[in-house]
């Protein structure tokens, strides 16, 4: 049995958040959700989530999971908000604590902030199974970008965060802390072992040269033309690309806002004393 997919994009992010559902029972879950952020004003707004919202009360879907397939570096996450409004589980992969053990010291924060995913309402282990109603999703770890990284592989379709992009944009870059090229290499070979026909759901897309976005591909098309990792790319090869690649690259714009935010679920810092929640920047720790 296969899923039904709906995508919304936010073009401030390039961000593209799905709603998956079984046909049958109208169970859903929702992956790499979006709450909007001005780093400008340091303000947040839930319009993009609100679609989300929109669409699944509109057409009867009841939530189960509110997924992330790792902790994002590019946008915050609205899980609690979706939850909030929808109900449903938050579920990361298990390296998470990994990531929150990194950037705990990073962002100094507090010293009851846990490093044990707890935060999260499910940690994902590599190979588990869970429902979404008749449908059943299985737990891919496939790290490189972060050590958490998963894809939730459901049906024909396969939902592989910022492992891949569009075969024309290539792939992720890898020189977060935690990240590694070779990892990466090797867990694209693991998706690209899946059935040609399988449908793969990014997180992101760019619009190289000015195309439309687009945000769904398949394994065959991902092994013919990935301008990075197709199947005529060796893991030596790859590894020396993506390194000098990443040399290049600037920040994402709200690294420090996402990651310390997205590693607590998508909760802020706790407020301090006037009842206002601070978001740090540190200074040459990056």
Not at 7 to 14: G, K, L
Not at 178 to 192: F, H, N, P, T, W
Not at 194 to 205: A, G, Q, S, W
């Amino acid at each position: 049995m296969n899923p039904d997919v709906k995508t919304f994009f936010d073009e401030a992010t390039f961000t593209a958040t799905h709603v998956v559902w079984d046909p049958e029972t109208k169970r859903a879950a929702i992956i790499d959700s979006v709450n909007d952020y001005d780093p400008k004003s340091g303000r947040t707004d839930t319009a993009s989530a609100d679609a989300v919202i929109g669409f699944v009360q509109e057409n009867g879907l009841e939530v189960d999971w509110i997924l992330e397939t790792h902790v994002h570096a590019d946008h915050l996450t609205a899980a609690p908000y979706l939850q909030e409004k929808l109900g449903g589980r938050i579920g990361i992969g298990a390296k998470v604590a990994v990531v929150q053990g990194v950037f705990k010291s990073v962002f100094n924060a507090e010293d009851a902030f846990a490093t044990d995913g707890r935060q999260f309402d499910r940690l994902f282990e590599d190979g588990e199974q869970f429902q979404i109603g008749n449908l059943t999703v299985q737990v891919m770890h496939t790290p490189g970008h972060t050590p958490a990284c998963v894809t939730y592989v459901v049906g024909d379709a396969a939902f592989v965060g910022d492992t891949l992009f569009m075969p024309d944009f290539g792939t992720a870059r890898c020189d977060f802390p935690g990240g590694d090229a070779r990892q990466l290499y090797q867990s694209i070979k693991r998706i690209l072992a899946l059935p040609p026909e399988t449908r793969l759901f990014l997180c992101h897309d760019y619009g190289p040269g000015g195309r439309a976005y687009e945000w769904v591909t398949t394994v065959a098309a991902q092994r013919e033309k990935n301008i990075h990792v197709n199947d005529s790319v060796d893991e030596d090869g790859f590894v020396a690309m993506r390194t000098e690649r990443d040399k290049q690259l600037s920040m994402p714009v709200l690294i420090l806002p996402s990651v310390q935010v997205n590693m607590r679920a998508g909760v802020m810092p706790p407020p301090e004393a006037n009842g206002i929640s601070y978001l740090k920047l540190p200074v040459d720790a990056l």
